[in-house]
Structure formats: structure tokens, C-alpha cells
């Protein structure tokens, strides 16, 4: 198989799990903010950026951003998607950046925290701005919400979801590389 058409392949792949996830798990985690839920839905993204890099990540969190928009999270309608974009582009680009030039287990490790922490930054500034717009809440009670709720919320769920990936990932790049020497001894047999 091309190598182009098996990483587009991976990457539809790890989008509609993506979405699948979003719409089978998916719970609130702040009581005060049942709005703000945590789902999975991360991981194979970021998985998708270890593979291949920041843009693909990004590239697959536009997309799946607007399935789920569209469809697992209607509720958040345009800014709920626009919320998902910059959130999990944010991990994407910091861990994919950072993995791709450290491809070791420590820079595993530093890729994800970092990530972590830029998506919570990001997302304060965000909720501050966005939230008053999505939930029709003053600005000055987001503001209040910022500390006790909103980025206590963004640092659980991206951790578990940074803590996932950092499991899962190599034993999922083990299994495709071990399909791909299959498929490569399959097609010198044939050859």
C-alpha cells in the first residue's frame, strides 16, 4: 500500500475514533459546571500528532472538531467547535512539536506536560472570552469561575487524556508497524 494512502488511512481511522469516544464517554467532572464534560476524545488525536506530527494533529482536530459540533456536541453550536480547535490544537502542536524533535520516552513525557499546561493557558483565555457568549453568564462570573472551576477542569481532563496517550501510544505504534511488516512480507511473497 502507498504510504500516502496508509497515512490517510490512520488518520480516518484515529478521527472517527475520535468522535466515537466523544459520543460514548463523556461526563462532567465540575458539578458547578455540568457544561464542562471530559471525554476521551483527545487521545487519538494526539496519538495522531505523535505519529506524524503537530499539523496532522491539528489537521485531524479541524476535523473532528466539526463532526462532533455537528453532531455528539451540537450544544456548543459554532463555539463549542471553535472551543475544540484551539483547545486540542493547542496539545497537538506543543506535544507534536516538542515529540517529533525528542522521540523518546522522556520526550514523551515533557511533550505531554507541556501540552498540558499550554491547553490550560489557553483555555482561561478562551473560557474569559468565549464562555460569556456560549452560557450568556456576565463576564465577571466566568472571571470567578477561572480558579475553583474552569482551569481545574482543563488541567484534569488534558492530564488524563496526556496520561492515556503517553500508555497507549506505543503499543498502538507497535501494532501498526507490525501490520506494515506483514503487509510488506505478504507483498515480497507475492512479488
Known amino acids: ?48 500528532a505523535f505519529l506524524y506530527g503537530p499539523w496532522y494533529g491539528v489537521a ?17 453550536g459554532p463555539i463549542g467547535i471553535i472551543m475544540h480547535i484551539v483547545s486540542t490544537g493547542a496539545v497537538c502542536l506543543v506535544s507534536g512539536y516538542i515529540y517529533k524533535t525528542h522521540r523518546s520516552i522522556k520526550g514523551a513525557r515533557i511533550s505531554l506536560l507541556a501540552g498540558v499546561l499550554v491547553m490550560c493557558a489557553v ?6 472570552l468565549l464562555t460569556p ?22 488541567l484534569i481532563k488534558a492530564s488524563i487524556n496526556a496520561l492515556l496517550t503517553y500508555l497507549v501510544y506505543k503499543p498502538i ?3 501498526l508497524d507490525r501490520i506494515d511488516g506483514r503487509r510488506a512480507h505478504a507483498a515480497e511473497k507475492q512479488g
Open 173 to 175: 505504534r507497535r501494532f
Open 133 to 154: 457568549l456560549y452560557t450568556g453568564m456576565p463576564r465577571e462570573q466566568v472571571a470567578q469561575m477561572l480558579i475553583p472551576i474552569i482551569i481545574p477542569f482543563n
Open 123 to 128: 483555555m482561561a483565555r478562551m473560557n474569559y
Open 60 to 76: 485531524i482536530t479541524a476535523v473532528v472538531s466539526l463532526v462532533q459540533g455537528l453532531t455528539v456536541s451540537a450544544a456548543g
Open 1 to 48: 500500500m502507498n504510504e500516502n494512502v496508509r497515512k490517510i488511512t490512520r488518520l480516518g481511522m484515529l478521527a472517527a475514533l475520535s468522535v466515537a469516544l466523544a459520543a460514548l464517554v463523556h461526563f462532567p467532572l465540575m458539578p458547578a459546571a455540568a457544561y464542562l464534560e471530559y471525554d476521551p476524545a483527545d487521545i487519538p488525536i494526539l496519538i495522531s
